[in-house]
C-alpha cells in the first residue's frame, strides 16, 4: 500500500528521487511561479516501480493529466532512461521514446534524466554545471587536485557530490543538502545549463 502521505493535489505530477531532490524542485517551481505541480520522492531508482505501481491506485489518480518522472543518469542515461519506460510501461502508463518527448493523450509523460538527458552523472554534475563561473569554483578545482596529487580524491561516482559540497563551503551558511542550498539561494536558477530542466517542468 502506498503510504497515506502520499495523495492528489494537483493535475501535474512530478515524481523525484529523494527528499533533497524534492526540496530543490520545490525551490526551482516556487523561482519560475509555478504552483500547480505537486512533487513526490519516490525513494531511490530501485523503487521507482513499486512508487508508480502504487501511485496509480491513489484516490484522485483520475484527475491527473501529466506526470514528469526524473531520474539520475548516474553510470548511463540511456540505462537510466530504458529503466524508467520499464516501469511506465509495467504500470500500464504512457511511456515516452525519449527524453522530453511526451507520451500519451488523457495523461501525458515525460521524462528528465539527469544531469541533461545524456551525460553520465546526477543532479549535483548539473548544479556543478551552472557554477562553473562562480569565482569559488576555482579553488574548489585547486582542492581537488591536491587531493588527486595526494591519491586521497573521492571514487569517480562520489566525485561530483564531493565538489559540490566543496562549493557549499564557501557560502556563508554551508551545508551538505542541494535542498537546503537551493532554498538559501545558492544554486543559480537562471544559467543556461539549467534551460532543459526549466523548459521540462514549464511543458509538464
Known amino acids: 500500500m502506498l503510504q497515506r502521505t502520499v495523495g492528489i493535489d494537483t493535475p501535474r505530477q512530478l515524481l523525484v528521487e529523494g527528499r533533497d531532490e524534492q526540496e530543490f524542485f520545490r525551490e ?12 513526490h520522492a519516490y525513494d531511490g531508482k530501485d523503487n521507482l516501480g513499486n512508487f508508480i505501481n502504487n501511485f496509480v491506485d491513489v484516490v484522485g489518480f483520475d484527475s ?4 514528469g518522472v526524473v531520474q539520475d ?11 524508467v519506460r520499464s516501469r511506465l510501461r509495467n504500470a500500464k502508463l504512457p511511456v515516452p521514446l525519449t527524453y522530453l518527448q511526451p507520451a500519451g493523450e488523457t495523461i501525458k509523460v515525460q521524462i528528465f534524466v539527469m544531469p541533461d538527458n545524456e551525460s553520465n ?3 549535483e554534475n548539473l548544479c556543478l ?30 566525485l561530483a557530490k564531493a565538489r559540490m559540497n566543496s562549493f557549499l563551503a564557501s557560502r556563508d551558511e554551508p551545508d551538505t543538502r542541494l535542498g537546503i542550498a537551493a532554498a538559501k539561494g545558492y544554486i543559480p536558477w537562471t544559467n543556461a545549463a539549467f534551460t532543459d530542466l526549466t523548459q521540462f517542468l514549464k511543458d509538464l
Open 73 to 83: 543518469a548516474d553510470e548511463s542515461a540511456q540505462s537510466a532512461l530504458q529503466s
Open 28 to 39: 526551482l517551481l516556487r523561482f519560475l511561479a509555478i504552483d500547480d505541480i505537486q512533487i
Open 121 to 123: 552523472g546526477a543532479l
Open 129 to 158: 554545471a551552472a557554477l562553473a563561473e562562480d569565482t569559488a569554483m576555482e579553488c574548489v578545482n585547486e582542492f581537488m587536485e591536491c587531493l588527486s596529487g595526494k591519491g586521497i580524491l573521492p571514487p569517480e561516482n562520489r
Open 64 to 67: 491527473v493529466e501529466s506526470i
